[in-house]
């Protein structure tokens, strides 16, 4: 396997996230820009943020997949949230939640960051995601 994941005792818990992701490999994957949209442009999940949050990390499935990798060989997760609120954490988790065993998430995920912007691509995208792995 070319990713270990940890959480060094004296980090912040608890989390959804290792904190400390080690990769091996010599094949770096990058998906960026992944949102709430088909091959066609399209939006999937009809707008609400739980949906968005199963979409991306679908797209970001697809876009792996497409490189060889899977989530087992993400070493970063990085995720950019329009207008986000403390409040929409529920929201936020329980779509990380609804596609987790479809999708092979580990749990805890891969270090993971939720960066609040005040806009995205289009008004009605609420959350863009980045994928980092590594590959042998």
């Known amino acids: 396997m070319s990713v270990e994941l940890l959480s060094p005792e004296g980090l912040f818990q ?3 996230y290792h904190h400390v992701a080690i990769g091996t490999g010599s094949r770096h994957v990058h ?17 609400d943020l739980r949906g968005q949050v199963a979409e991306v990390l679908r797209n970001a499935h697809r876009g792996l997949a497409g490189a060889g990798a899977t989530f ?4 970063r997760l990085r995720f950019f949230a329009a207008r986000w609120q403390p409040e929409h954490m529920d929201a936020f988790l329980a779509g990380v939640a609804d596609v987790a065993d479809e999708l092979g998430l580990p749990s805890p995920m891969p270090p993971a960051s939720l960066i609040g912007v005040d806009i995205l691509f ?3 995208v609420r959350i863009e995601l980045e994928v980092e792995a590594i590959v042998d």
């Open 72 to 75: 087992d060989d993400v070493v």
């Open 31 to 47: 998906v960026a820009g992944q949102i709430d949209r088909d091959g066609e442009g399209r939006a999937r999940s009809g707008g």
């Open 122 to 124: 289009q008004p009605d």
């Open 14 to 16: 608890p989390v959804p």
